[in-house]
């Protein structure tokens, strides 16, 4: 017998889309539309479209793999894992498990803010697949792993959200499953306990478990994953070792503009009211382009729309070199007076503009992503390869030396060299 | 630990993911590997029902009295409705009683999918433990109006006789009725919600076509046994019998034909909701 976990072969994966854009209809709806138009109705009952969310897929993988899946929002890959863990049913294809499956799809779901966090920590154990006495014999180790000891007798409604990520992922973490299919459960939390979910993740794929690990954070796909699939429009465009797919998927299928515009189809549900139009990089003299001058100020500028008033809201960038390693963060409410006076954004049409000084990168391409949340209430919209853009470093300190400069930043510094007598 | 998984791997069979076309299996044996799921869903739904209300529990016992004291003054008293020889509170509130049972576990089984669509979207787990689940917690708040009605029998000096043994079969025939068309009303309103607006306005109707408030033997007896397609009519007339020892509005040929037709919509259901399970996710 082969040491096989899974194998995938040609599944797809096909949508409505309602034009509506209503997820349910009533019957009366169904009925108007039915008299208005009875051919086309006859034809096409559902009034709807349908395209293909993934497409002929195929792969497979072995016992105590980790396999890391990335793509841009909208490639297919949280629908590929909805397949896997059998949360939806394929329209075409086969896949097979060879093991219990347990799904990492959202920390926490079905936990009832009513309940304590001991009455959530087993029926969210049972929910996920858990026996009772799997819960029990483990309920200790949970409960230490989520530091909420004091609190878990008060219903987790009175938690605060750090306190309830913590709780949540601590019950998912301890589920033992042969085959674990985790989707982004490190986009929520702080810092220190991001690395705790990624020590817990790493131990998992140590036991020789197997990971399906989808994220779009870049540097936690590289610690923790050897090979990468990477999805595009529902395809299956690469599979490779890690670094290689990371570089791929950072760098390439990108214009050339220095501008992204994002379809609606890119725009996932949930960013609603935020809804994302474009990211550009300007040059000095205003002009929209890939071709950057490190010698020279870079301005970055997300537009958006916001449909309704949002309060808190903050938009802001990413900066990445092409291998995923961050180099800064910033957010346009990052001044306490602005994050002050704009508390409440309110609903209309905004670019947000930031000017990086002259002076900060090194050669090489770095790629922009943008993110839009609410501080610890919500994470409207993010993407963490929006853009990418080329630099220059014509004129820059130290060019004189034809060599390679260590480092994604090359600042100017003010050297001064003092003898001493 | 890790031997342990490897050893296990080799025994089980893969799990299957492919496209399922048309009528599919039941898969009962999936609820049969889930069953603790049942249990813990019932056990939330029973824990939540009565958090932050003052009368908590209370309500399981005032509902059907309320409804019993009403019926009393209107119907038994004013309109004067026969009541089979028995006294009309007892009469009417031993058939409240199952009533309630069934109204409210249809209730909830209804509303439940899309009350639970949060976890439909997220986990696979068998779809038909979560009308199940809300249907087993109805039972509690049966219990508990149960013992109004003990009290009662002493008040009026009923006692049980050896047909009360039958009233085991009589609650499961009310639960298996609540069930099966809460298949049916749970998978319908994952596309339709108007079903949500329909379902309360039926079960009102149901309860006038069913023997509560008046005596089966009201009904014409060539028409009695047509009225007994209404399962509910042999579960209420049933109850009576079994605790009051009723025996002019019953027969055994109401209660088969009750059984019959109830059976028959649980298994209809069955088939429904798993057909339509596979949209679920997508739909909901």
Redesign the interface.
């Known amino acids: 017998?082969s040491n096989l976990a899974l194998r995938v072969d040609d599944i797809g994966k096909q949508?409505n889309i309602f034009k509506e854009n209503i997820?349910?209809?009533?019957?009366?709806d169904?009925l108007v539309n039915t008299l208005k138009s009875p051919v086309k109705t006859l034809i096409n009952p559902t009034g709807s479209e349908k395209f293909w969310a993934l497409r002929h897929i195929s792969f497979s993988l072995e016992?105590g793999q980790v396999l890391g899946i990335i793509g841009k929002n909208g490639a297919g890959k949280s629908t590929l894992l909805?397949?896997?863990?059998?949360?939806?049913?394929?329209?075409?294809?086969?896949?097979?498990?060879?093991?219990r499956?347990g799904?990492l799809?959202?920390v926490g779901?079905?936990f009832?803010p009513?309940?304590t966090g001991r009455?959530n920590i087993?029926?969210n154990g049972?929910?996920?697949?858990m026996?009772?006495t799997e819960i029990e014999s483990k309920f200790d180790e949970i409960v230490a792993f989520s530091e909420i000891d004091k609190f878990i007798d008060t219903p987790v409604k009175r938690y605060s959200s750090g306190m309830y990520m913590r709780l949540a992922f601590a019950v998912s973490a301890h589920l033992?499953p042969?085959i674990l299919v985790v989707d982004e459960v490190l986009a929520v939390g702080d810092a220190e306990f991001q690395r705790k979910c990624l020590g817990k993740m790493s131990d998992v794929a140590s036991?020789?478990?197997t990971v399906l690990f989808v994220s779009h954070n870049m540097s936690a796909i590289q610690r923790l994953t050897q090979e990468c699939i990477v999805l595009d429009e529902g395809k299956m465009v690469m599979r490779a070792r890690t670094p290689e797919a990371v570089d791929y998927y950072l760098t390439n299928d990108f214009s050339e503009s220095g501008e992204r515009r994002y379809k609606d189809a890119e725009i996932p549900p949930d960013a609603h009211p935020f809804k994302p139009l474009a990211v550009r990089v300007k040059n000095a003299a205003d002009v929209t382009t890939d071709n950057q001058l490190s010698v020279e100020p870079i301005t970055v500028e997300v537009e958006y729309t916001l449909a309704t008033d949002i309060t808190g809201l903050r938009v802001g960038v990413y900066l990445m070199t092409s291998r995923g390693e961050y180099v800064f963060t910033s957010f346009d409410t990052d001044d306490p007076e602005a994050f002050q006076s704009r508390s409440v954004r309110k609903a209309g049409h905004f670019i947000s503009r930031c000017t990086i000084p002259a002076d900060t990168f090194n050669e090489g391409r770095f790629v922009i992503g943008i993110n839009a949340s609410s501080y610890m209430v919500k994470r409207y919209f993010g993407d963490e390869r929006a853009l990418s853009f080329n630099v220059n470093t014509t004129g820059a300190p130290g060019m004189h030396w034809v060599e390679v400069r260590h480092g994604p930043i090359r600042p100017r510094l003010d050297w001064r060299i003092e003898e001493l007598r | 630990m890790t031997t342990n998984a490897l050893d296990t791997r080799k025994t089980i069979a893969p799990v299957v993911i492919k496209p399922s076309r048309g009528w599919v299996g039941l898969r009962l044996k999936d609820l049969w590997l889930y069953r603790e799921l049942v249990y813990f869903l019932t056990w939330r739904d029973l824990k939540v029902r009565y958090k932050q209300s003052v009368l908590g529990i209370l309500w399981a016992i005032l509902k059907p009295f309320m409804a019993m004291v009403v019926f009393t003054i209107f119907f038994g008293n004013f309109a004067k409705i026969p009541s089979d020889n028995v006294p009309y509170p007892i009469f009417s509130y031993t058939a409240t009683l199952p009533w309630e049972l069934f109204a409210t576990a249809l209730g909830v089984a209804s509303r439940s999918m899309v009350s639970n669509s949060n976890m439909i979207s997220k986990i696979y787990f068998p779809r038909m433990i979560i009308p199940l689940a809300s249907v087993m917690s109805s039972v509690v708040d049966f219990f508990i109006g149960f013992t109004i009605l003990i009290g009662m029998m002493f008040f009026y000096k009923i006692s049980p006789t050896i047909a009360t043994l039958w009233l085991p079969l009589l609650i499961l025939l009310a639960l298996i009725t609540a069930l099966g068309i809460g298949f049916w009303s749970s998978a319908l309103m994952v596309r339709y919600r108007d079903v949500g607006y329909i379902m309360p306005f039926i079960s009102t109707l149901w309860m006038y076509l069913t023997p509560v408030v008046y005596p089966a033997s009201m009904i014409p007896e060539k028409w009695r046994l047509l009225y007994a397609l209404n399962p509910m009519t042999g579960v209420v007339e049933g109850f009576r019998y079994a605790l009051l020892g009723t025996t002019q509005s019953v027969s055994a040929g109401m209660i088969l034909i009750s059984s019959g037709i109830s059976i028959l919509i649980l298994i209809t259901g069955l088939f429904y909701f798993r057909r339509m399970e596979k949209q679920f996710a997508d739909m909901i």
Request: charged share 30%.
């Open positions: 017998m949508y997820r349910y209809s009533t019957l009366r169904k016992h909805k397949i896997l863990s059998r949360v939806v049913e394929p329209t075409e294809g086969v896949a097979e498990l060879y093991g499956v799904s799809l959202e779901t079905g009832h009513e309940l009455e087993f029926l049972a929910i996920l697949g026996k009772r033992e042969e036991q020789g478990r």
